[in-house]
């Protein structure tokens, strides 16, 4: 059963000033780790733009919003070469997703030019 669904979009030219510019804004949002990750990334831009799409796709599917203690560093999208992006939580973002029984994450990621896109499916296990 589908529990929440949260969809968010990214303009890349509003992050990349944010980007370049804002060490500030980066460490509001993003774990010491994303950040690393985005910045050795061949397009930090998109990178960053569409990580914080799946943040902001992840508390909407939660029906939270960035209210009930929930934090960006405790939403994680987590990628490879080899496997389908998932959805890592830790703290009162894991407790919230816990009481409202999601046991799974189904998310997508889509970029274009100017563009990055994330969908998140919130999950129980009756699927």
Not at 59 to 70: I, N, P, R, S, Y
Request: aromatic share 8%.
């Amino acid at each position: 059963m589908i529990i929440g669904h949260g969809v968010d979009l990214v303009e890349h030219d509003s992050f990349e000033r944010l980007v370049a510019q804002e060490e500030a804004f980066l460490k509001r949002g993003f774990t010491e780790s994303e950040i690393a990750s985005g910045k050795s990334s061949s397009d930090p831009v998109q990178w960053f733009a569409s990580r914080w799409a799946v943040k902001e796709a992840v508390m909407k599917a939660l029906g939270t919003g960035f209210t009930q203690g929930v934090s960006w560093h405790e939403i994680t999208a987590i990628s490879s070469e080899t496997e389908a992006p998932r959805i890592q939580l830790t703290g009162t973002t894991k407790q919230i997703a816990e009481q409202k029984c999601v046991a799974h994450w189904h998310l997508t990621i889509s970029h274009t030019k100017r563009f990055s896109i994330a969908s998140v499916i919130a999950a129980d296990d009756s699927r």
